[in-house]
């Protein structure tokens, strides 16, 4: 089966039209095209995203079944709600939004991942989402302690579809931290889901699930409509985890 070539002009396929289980790469859909601001909307708003790795091509991807995050199923571990009741009541800790974008990025290009020896975080890449956080569709949840960034995340967001990218952590727990904060943030303001694209058994214990393409598709579809939140984090946020009765022991 041959993988569509796109030029920097061409509309991305239909996720539909991607490999499945029975093709070379399943979730693949197309290589090449242009990591543009346009393109990536277009991508985003479809449940496609780009990822590839140094001396390939872009590489577009939509994989079925979608791991994703309904924030309503967060699995607050006790340990980790012990953190983050710490982490909100320090008079030198708090949660940034979009304050050092270019930093959180470049600190997630950076940062080792278990059985990878390099980054798809390239400087393309690198490039493309900071042209889109300046678009404003692209943001940075960040862990500061004592004026230092300590972990973060940075995410895409359309209307009220948000898709989660990647994580860095400099103290333990920072990484978890900010994620819990966008879950904070995405409960206070009617955000029902966070894309995780890709299934891995940390995402999982968090509480992300599998979900099929079709109906993750259908959720973009709808939520990429509705109007989008200020993104701003307000210290009250905390009180969508904390103040809720039932979570985890372990």
């Not at 990025?105 to 042209?131: E, F, N």
């Not at 860095?168 to 727990?173: C, S």
Request: net charge negative; proline share 7%.
């Amino acid at each position: 089966m041959q993988l569509p070539w796109l030029e920097p002009n061409d509309p991305l396929p239909d996720a539909a039209m991607a490999w499945g289980d029975a093709d070379p790469v399943p979730g693949l859909l197309a290589a090449g095209g242009a990591l543009d601001v346009a393109n990536l909307l277009q991508a985003y708003a479809n449940g496609i995203f780009p990822w590839f790795s140094e001396g390939q091509p872009i590489l577009w991807w939509s994989p079925d079944p979608r791991m994703v995050l309904q924030v309503g199923e967060f699995r607050l571990h006790r340990s980790l709600r012990k953190t983050i009741a710490h982490f909100a009541a320090g008079e030198r800790c708090e949660i940034r939004i979009d304050h050092a974008f270019e930093t959180v990025i470049s600190h997630c290009s950076q940062s080792p991942r278990p059985g990878q020896t390099g980054t798809w975080i390239l400087p393309d890449m690198v490039r493309a989402y900071t042209a889109l956080h300046r678009a404003g569709h692209a943001h940075s949840v960040e862990t500061w302690v004592d004026g230092e960034l300590v972990g973060g995340l940075y995410c895409v967001a359309i209307g009220r579809a948000v898709f989660g990218e990647s994580m860095f952590a400099r103290r333990t727990d920072a990484s978890k931290i900010a994620l819990s904060a966008l879950v904070c943030f995405c409960l206070r303001h009617g955000i029902s889901m966070i894309d995780c694209q890709q299934n891995t058994a940390h995402l999982a214990s968090l509480g992300a699930h599998e979900m099929p393409r079709a109906d993750f598709v259908s959720h973009v579809a709808h939520a990429r409509g509705l109007p989008g939140p200020a993104w701003r984090f307000e210290p009250v946020y905390w009180n969508q985890l904390l103040s809720a009765r039932t979570f985890l022991k372990t």
